[in-house]
């Protein structure tokens, strides 16, 4: 019986210092039955060229797109996804699709795990994801810290609804997707914040999410990292409530992204508004709002819907006090 193939999504821009490294790992995988579909997300260096590179000695990999536009990391992702779906570029899409960043690097079995867990997960017809914690390492490969979520202060369980709309526990090179979940996703709208977030709502709205308890993935931190971890210091975009302990100068920057992640909460009510409980609705509701309060009022708003026990009483009061 022949394996499973894997249909494996990457979007890369100005990759070039890492990103061959990242599809040597997937070349390297014990799960050998995959294909790799790649999309240049307008870089200014040569990362399409290595991209170009690949796809010309590895018949399992293949270069989509390159150049301008650059649609950001999430629209790039969405991109990618869509084309799964297109008979042109890929004919007979896999059952499983699972996600590269460009500068990190996977665990050898990295496939094969993920995809067990998501096979014994039960019914494929549910939408499904399946993530795991990472290791840190630093831009020469050197670990920084054995677990992402012990260095972040991440507990990936549960996958509450209301909890993941504040606080994102799933890193992008670790997700494995199945078909119900691509075409729960479909196009992925504007107002989502990063794609992993993105697909983990989703999953954790119209279906389940499975974590992983040990790394998979070394995820690489460096200067132009969109959201990651540093050695003790979290700098992650999807973590507001780290954002609060900093310097007050980054004020704006928290309150930045308490709208934006509110924008995305209103996307998610309004788009799956069938699968929400009244308790979900509720704090999708109340997170929406924030952005349209003045600032008494949405003190408050975060004091009622934000302070809770499992992120800690100094980092609620960080958000409470700059939020």
Not at 147 to 168: E, H
Not at 171 to 183: D, K, P, Q, Y
Not at 220 to 247: E, I, K, P, Y
Request: glycine letters at 6%; proline letters at 6%.
């Amino acid at each position: 019986m022949s394996a499973e193939t894997i249909d494996i999504i990457c979007a890369a821009r100005d990759a070039a210092p890492f990103v061959d490294e990242a599809i040597a790992s997937v070349v390297q995988q014990s799960h050998a039955a995959w294909r790799l579909w790649l999309r240049d997300d307008g870089s200014a260096d040569d990362t399409a060229a290595r991209l170009a590179a690949w796809a010309a000695r590895d018949p399992r990999i293949h270069l989509l797109h390159r150049g301008a536009p650059a649609l950001g990391a999430a629209q790039a992702f969405g991109w990618l996804l869509a084309r799964l779906d297109s008979p042109t570029d890929t004919p007979s899409p896999a059952s499983w699709i699972a996600c590269l960043d460009a500068d990190d690097r996977w665990h050898p079995d990295r496939l094969a795990v993920t995809l067990a867990a998501g096979r014994a997960a039960g019914d494929e017809t549910t939408p499904t994801l399946v993530h795991s914690d990472c290791r840190l390492i630093d831009t020469s490969g050197a670990t920084l810290h054995p677990s992402y979520w012990a260095a972040a202060g991440l507990r990936p369980d549960p996958t509450d609804v209301r909890r993941l709309a504040i606080q994102n526990v799933a890193t992008g090179s670790t997700l494995l997707l199945n078909r119900a979940l691509v075409r729960a996703i479909g196009t992925v709208p504007p107002e989502a914040m990063h794609q992993d977030w993105w697909f983990a709502l989703v999953a954790a709205v119209t279906g389940r999410v499975v974590a992983l308890h040990r790394p998979l993935v070394d995820y690489r931190q460096h200067g132009s990292n969109s959201v990651g971890a540093t050695a003790g210091a979290l700098r992650d975009a999807t973590d507001l409530w780290h954002r609060a302990r900093a310097a007050g100068g980054r004020t704006a920057r928290l309150r930045s992204d308490l709208d934006r992640s509110g924008r995305q909460a209103a996307a998610l009510a309004l788009r799956y508004a069938p699968y929400l409980s009244p308790d979900q609705r509720t704090a999708l509701t109340a997170l929406a709002a924030l952005p349209t309060l003045p600032l008494m009022p949405r003190k408050l708003a975060l004091l009622r819907h934000r302070l809770l026990p499992e992120h800690g009483l100094l980092r609620n009061l960080g958000v409470l006090l700059r939020g």
